[in-house]
Structures are given as structure tokens and as C-alpha cells.
Nanobody
Framework: QVQLVESGGGLVQAGGSLRLSCAAS????????MGWYQQAPGKQRELVAA???????NYADSVRGRFTVSRDNPKNTVYLQMNSLQPEDTAVYYC??????????WGQGTQVTVSS
């Protein structure tokens, strides 16, 4: 069993920055990837950014160049540095971990609100 704890969300003005963290704990043996998903009211949950255990990254077109995903493997932690935030970025952000058994685990979500 794996538990994911997210932190770093909050309220910021347009143009500001936030840094989200997601720490994994529990029965962790081999992580394939960790990523961040975005869900705004009335919309589908969509991938924002992901990083593999080897360091390869993937970004949604809407955040590429503004957001950076990184990880600290010894701490089983993934980060999302969010710069130049826009009101359209307002959403609940969920952390997901996928292991090499293709099992996925989700965090509880953290609210990010960007005011204009």
C-alpha cells in the first residue's frame, strides 16, 4: 500500500509562482513514474506533467515552458514548480504514482487558485 501526501497549493495572483510537493510512503519498491494531473470544475482530469524514475519528462502543451516537474528519488518525492501562473491554471492538482507492476496510486489533491 502506497500513500501520497501533497502540499504547496494556495491562492496566488496572476504571474505568481507556487511549488507543489508530493511525498510517497508505504510499500514502495520500484517507481515507474510520478506525475501531476489537473482537474477544474466541470472538466476532465488531465495530465499536466510527469517524470519517470530515469528522469524523462512529459508536459501538457498549456504548461510547457512555465511549469517544471522534478523528483528526489531518495525521498520518493516529486515536485511541480509553477511559474507565470494564469487564471486558467486554477484547479485541483492531483499527484499520481505508477509502479512497475502498472499499479497507480493517487493523492488527495491540493487546490491551486490564481486570481486576476
Amino acid at each position: 500500500q502506497v500513500q501520497l501526501v501533497e502540499s504547496g497549493g494556495g491562492l496566488v495572483q496572476a504571474g505568481g509562482s507556487l511549488r507543489l510537493s508530493c511525498a510517497a510512503s508505504g510499500s514502495i519498491f520500484s517507481i515507474s513514474s510520478m506525475g501531476w494531473y489537473q482537474q477544474a470544475p466541470g472538466k476532465q482530469r488531465e495530465l499536466v506533467a510527469a517524470i519517470t524514475s530515469g528522469g524523462s519528462t512529459n508536459y501538457a502543451d498549456s504548461v510547457r515552458g512555465r511549469f517544471t516537474v522534478s523528483r528526489d528519488n531518495p525521498k520518493n518525492t516529486v515536485y511541480l514548480q509553477m511559474n507565470s501562473l494564469q487564471p486558467e491554471d486554477t484547479a485541483v492538482y492531483y499527484c499520481k504514482l505508477t509502479d512497475w507492476r502498472r499499479r497507480s496510486y493517487w493523492g488527495q489533491g491540493t487546490q491551486v487558485t490564481v486570481s486576476s
